[in-house]
């Protein structure tokens, strides 16, 4: 099991509490934190399925490999951070 | 008589009423970007688009004007494999994924739940359900053409202006910076470039008039008389007699033709204003004096007027969704970068103001 947490600059805008989910990969794991709230889509991921370019996404501390593809396997990852990046003004 | 307007800021939304004098009333979205607002007419529901930094374009919706829900979004669809879409000058990777929701309007009369969205970086959008779902217009978005178009107002193109023929809703022109004006017979499923007569001080001379390369930062027409047109362009001001397609620029002295907004007389064609800024290097008030350019003969002539205005040391640019005229041709509403909002209740003859402290204006709306 992964536990993926979300930004609390997130949570603000659509519900998304933290929810622990079976997966093989990134992708998986947060496709199914997608079904829960179909709405966090939006939020996560752009129109081509990519990582927001101001979104982080931590498995176990460690940057993702692929922003683009989601394919990493999570191994023996317990949790996944979904963050905002430092910007703007 | 106006009884509210809307304003959308880098910082929330506010709505400002008539209260005995103009007040501010109510705030939505504290902190997250509004990049468009739109009170439909039709059945008094308000859309909102707001821009997320992190987290992307959302819209939402008040059916009564007060309880925002969020609705879908426009998306862009898949990007073909080995597609190049690069943008011609700067030679960057054009997104397709949206950006910014620029500017949203409302369908005709005779289309309730019709909406349209232009976007960055390029995308024309409609809804028929209130924003249940968005097509993507794909002749232009697939067209050859459209992979003409250079970023201007933000690093990608984009559509700030969609006007919607009230004879006949199908009948649409949209401004592009920087891709000059297109219009559409049959509802957004073909287009065609035609803004003939304007001309870009920032190309090579040879390519001055060339259609596609004009940059109108806004384009307006008139309810009552669709077929006149204003545009405030990069460079100057111009008027059309032919529903945008041919263009003549306004050469009446004024302290500067350079700006962003335009809003017109919904009954009187001849009757438009502007809000001018020094030059595309220099965009502050001329001098630091904040005025409204109005013209009530065709563009003829323009009258500066600056009585309720800041006059020493302003430095206002108002953008160029963040000035309007309300319905009942007397009431103007303006906002500005550094946060001030004024109001007009003669036609822009003097102005009070309402705020001088909001966040940076992005578009102000009545409705």
């Given at each position: 099991m992964v536990r993926i947490t979300f930004t609390e600059n997130l949570v603000r805008h659509v519900a998304c509490p933290e929810i622990e989910v079976e997966a093989g990969t990134v992708g998986e794991a947060l496709e199914q934190a997608f079904r829960h709230v179909p709405a966090l889509r939006g939020y996560v991921l752009d129109d081509q399925g990519e990582v927001r370019k101001h979104v982080i996404v931590l498995i176990d501390g460690q940057g993702l490999a692929d922003r683009a593809r989601l394919g990493q396997p999570l191994g023996g990852a317990r949790r996944i951070h979904v963050l905002q990046a430092l910007s703007g003004g | 008589?106006?009884?509210?307007?809307?304003?959308?800021?880098?910082?929330?939304?506010?709505?400002?009423?008539?209260?005995?004098?103009?007040?501010?009333?109510?705030?939505?979205?504290?902190?997250?970007?509004?990049?468009?607002?739109?009170?439909?007419?039709?059945?008094?529901?308000?859309?909102?688009?707001?821009?997320?930094?992190?987290?992307?374009?959302?819209?939402?919706?008040?059916?009564?004007?007060?309880?925002?829900?969020?609705i879908a979004v426009p998306t862009y669809p898949k990007k073909p494999e080995g597609l190049e879409d690069v943008d011609p000058y700067r030679k960057t990777p054009v997104p397709w994924s949206l950006v910014q929701l620029w500017c949203l309007e409302a369908g005709g009369r005779d289309q309730p739940g019709w909406l349209w969205a232009g976007t960055i970086p390029g995308g024309l959008f409609c809804s028929k359900d209130r924003g249940a779902s968005w097509q993507l217009a794909e002749s232009l978005w697939y067209g050859d053409d459209r992979r003409r178009w250079v970023g201007g107002g933000y690093d990608n193109p984009g559509i700030h202006s969609i006007v919607v023929d009230p004879r006949d809703s199908r009948r649409l022109s949209i401004g592009v910076s920087c891709g000059g004006v297109w219009h559409s017979r049959d509802a957004g499923a073909t287009f065609a470039l035609a803004a003939k007569g304007m001309r870009a001080a920032y190309m090579p001379e040879e390519h001055a008039f060339d259609e596609i390369a004009q940059d109108p930062h806004r384009i307006v027409a008139c309810p009552a008389a669709p077929d006149r047109v204003w545009c405030q362009h990069h460079n100057g001001i111009f008027h059309s007699r032919d529903a945008g397609r041919t263009w003549s620029e306004v050469t009446a002295d004024a302290p500067s033709r350079f700006g962003f907004a335009v809003a017109v007389h919904p009954r009187n064609p001849d009757t438009a204003w502007f809000?001018?800024?020094?030059?595309?290097?220099?965009?502050?008030?001329?001098?630091?004096?904040?005025?409204?350019?109005?013209?009530?003969?065709?563009?003829?002539?323009?009258?500066?007027?600056?009585?309720?205005?800041?006059?020493?040391h302003a430095y206002d640019l108002v953008y160029r969704h963040a000035l309007d005229v309300d319905a009942d041709a007397t009431t103007l509403a303006m906002g500005s970068t550094t946060g001030s909002v004024w109001l007009s209740d003669d036609g822009g003859d003097g102005w009070q103001h309402l705020s001088a402290h909001l966040p940076p204006v992005h578009t102000v709306r009545f409705g």
């Open positions: - | 008589m106006a009884e509210r307007v809307w304003i959308g800021t880098k910082k929330g939304l506010f709505r400002a009423e008539r209260k005995g004098r103009w007040t501010i009333t109510r705030s939505w979205f504290l902190g997250v970007p509004v990049s468009a607002v739109l009170p439909d007419p039709r059945d008094g529901a308000v859309y909102v688009a707001l821009n997320h930094g992190h987290f992307g374009t959302k819209v939402h919706r008040a059916d009564d004007g007060e309880r925002f829900a969020e809000v001018p800024a020094t030059k595309d290097e220099m965009r502050i008030p001329v001098d630091g004096k904040v005025c409204v350019l109005r013209t009530t003969d065709g563009g003829k002539t323009l009258t500066a007027l600056r009585r309720g205005l800041p006059q020493e």
